[in-house]
């Protein structure tokens, strides 16, 4: 399925983006993907941490291509298959 056609189901939005947005969200991905890795933290949190980086990074990849997601569907649609293979391996 194309983001075309996302746009049109309703799943995106059209965005006009900087370079500025771009970095930070990259940024916020680059901090978590290190966080995750403190000793220390529970298996669950370094996920929802991992998880968080995962999100940023597929906004920043929306906004690039000039779009945005709305809410549920990366929290319920996107990302939910990466969730449950993360759990599974983790298990």
Request: aromatic content about 6%; some cysteine.
């Amino acid at each position: 399925m194309s983001l075309q056609n996302w746009l049109n189901n309703g799943w995106l939005t059209k965005h006009q983006t900087s370079s500025q947005e771009i970095t930070a969200l990259l940024g916020v991905a680059d901090r978590d993907l290190s966080d995750c890795r403190t000793s220390g933290l529970s298996p669950d949190w370094q996920l929802n941490i991992a998880y968080n980086a995962a999100l940023q990074t597929a906004t920043a990849a929306l906004a690039a291509s000039g779009y945005r997601g709305c809410e549920r569907l990366i929290t319920t649609g996107l990302f939910n298959p990466l969730l449950i293979r993360s759990r599974q391996m983790s298990a």
